[in-house]
T-cell receptor, first 111, second 112 residues
Framework: RKEVEQDPGPFNVPEGATVAFNCTYS??????FFWYRQDCRKEPKLLMS???SGNEDGRFTAQLNRASQYISLLIRDSKLSDSATYLCVVRSNTGFQKLVFGTGTRLLVSP | DTEVTQTPKHLVMGMTNKKSLKCEQHMGHRAMYWYKQKAKKPPELMFV???????INESVPSRFSPECPNSSLLNLHLHALQPEDSALYLC???????????FGQGTRLTVV
């Protein structure tokens, strides 16, 4: 089983739609959780960290369920510019150094 | 300023060449990383440096040799690579015990 697993993609949604991505992780001792976005042929960029209490940044909401080892990302009012690959990333407890990436979920927002 | 700078952006090298990839950050981060990313795959960890010491080597072949000359610089020396080593090589940095990692734009390497 992979350490971090994500929904298979791609997700094709129209502009204005709400879309949710899910991610599960296997290491119960994982400490930190993030969502990154990656555009085609570009580097991953931090979208948001995920906190136990849940957090929101504009149209983006992230949730963490430690008991179920589950992370989610909700995007409201999708824009064309949201089209990208969304990577769920977990930091292991090995010296707080190792970031493990999920396989990513591709989002395509169409007019 | 959350900037990690990588050079060169593109590199084509033959299988007998020796080349180096460079990475620089001035955020005072004490952990620096090399990742390799193939098309349509997530980044895969290669090496982690913490306080200028190699702390993680993910069983990377010896034709890849990392070096951390100081707290701001990270190099990846390449020698006798194979065509299957062609990929995007990403450098990242983070605070030792803080979570966010910031990535450079990467070096797109082609081995011919």
């Amino acid at each position: 089983r992979k350490e971090v697993e994500q929904d298979p993609g791609p997700f094709n949604v129209p502009e204005g739609a709400t879309v949710a991505f899910n991610c599960t992780y296997s290491n119960s001792a994982s400490q930190s959780f993030f969502w990154y976005r990656q555009d085609c042929r570009k580097e991953p960029k931090l979208l948001m960290s995920v906190y136990s209490s849940g957090n929101e940044d504009g149209r983006f909401t992230a949730q963490l369920n430690r008991a179920s080892q589950y992370i989610s990302l909700l995007i409201r009012d999708s824009k064309l510019s949201d089209s990208a690959t969304y990577l769920c990333v977990v930091r292991s407890n090995t010296g707080f150094q190792k970031l493990v990436f999920g396989t990513g979920t591709r989002l395509l927002v169409s007019p | 300023d959350t900037e990690v700078t990588q050079t060169p952006k593109h590199l084509v090298m033959g299988m007998t060449n020796k080349k180096s990839l460079k990475c620089e950050q001035h955020m005072g981060h004490r952990a620096m990383y090399w990742y390799k990313q193939k098309a349509k795959k997530p980044p895969e960890l290669m090496f982690v440096y913490s306080y200028e010491k190699l702390s993680i080597n993910e069983s990377v072949p010896s034709r890849f040799s990392p070096e951390c000359p100081n707290s701001s610089l990270l190099n990846l020396h390449l020698h006798a690579l194979q065509p299957e080593d062609s990929a995007l090589y990403l450098c990242a940095s983070s605070q030792e015990r803080q979570a966010e990692a910031f990535f450079g734009q990467g070096t797109r390497l082609t081995v011919v």
